[in-house]
Nanobody, 123 residues
Framework: QVQLTESGGGSVESGGSLRLQCTAS????????MAWFRQAPGQEREGVAC???????MYADSVKGRFTISQDDRKTTVYLQMNMLKPNDTAVYYC?????????????????WGKGQQVTVSP
């Protein structure tokens, strides 16, 4: 069973920054996808960003230019740098992991999930 350990959530004012981190309890895989999703109260879980083993990132349109996803050299830790945060970025942010050749922002593609980190952005 893959365990995902997240950290870095918190509360900031609009325009501020936060950095989320997620470490997977796995050996390095040549093909995998690590992703961040978020879920606001009363809303469906939505994809934010993902990155594959070749470090190719993918972003939701709502965060392009503000958020940056990256991973460490072992490809077992993923980061989400969130800048210019807005109140509608407020949500619980979840890390997800999958063995796959194709990285996509679809929750159904990920069998392994972290417990989530609350991110709150005040006006």
């Amino acid at each position: 069973q893959v365990q995902l350990t997240e950290s870095g959530g918190g509360s900031v004012e609009s325009g501020g920054s936060l950095r989320l981190q997620c470490t997977a309890s796995v050996w390095t895989y040549s093909r995998h996808c690590m992703a961040w999703f978020r879920q606001a109260p009363g809303q469906e879980r939505e994809g934010v960003a993902c990155i594959d083993a070749d470090a190719s990132p993918m972003y939701a349109d709502s965060v392009k230019g503000r958020f940056t996803i990256s991973q460490d050299d072992r490809k077992t830790t993923v980061y989400l740098q969130m800048n210019m945060l807005k109140p509608n970025d407020t949500a619980v942010y979840y890390c997800a992991w999958s063995i796959t050749n194709y990285c996509a922002l679809s929750p159904s593609r990920f069998p392994h999930w972290g417990k989530g980190q609350q991110v709150t952005v005040s006006p």
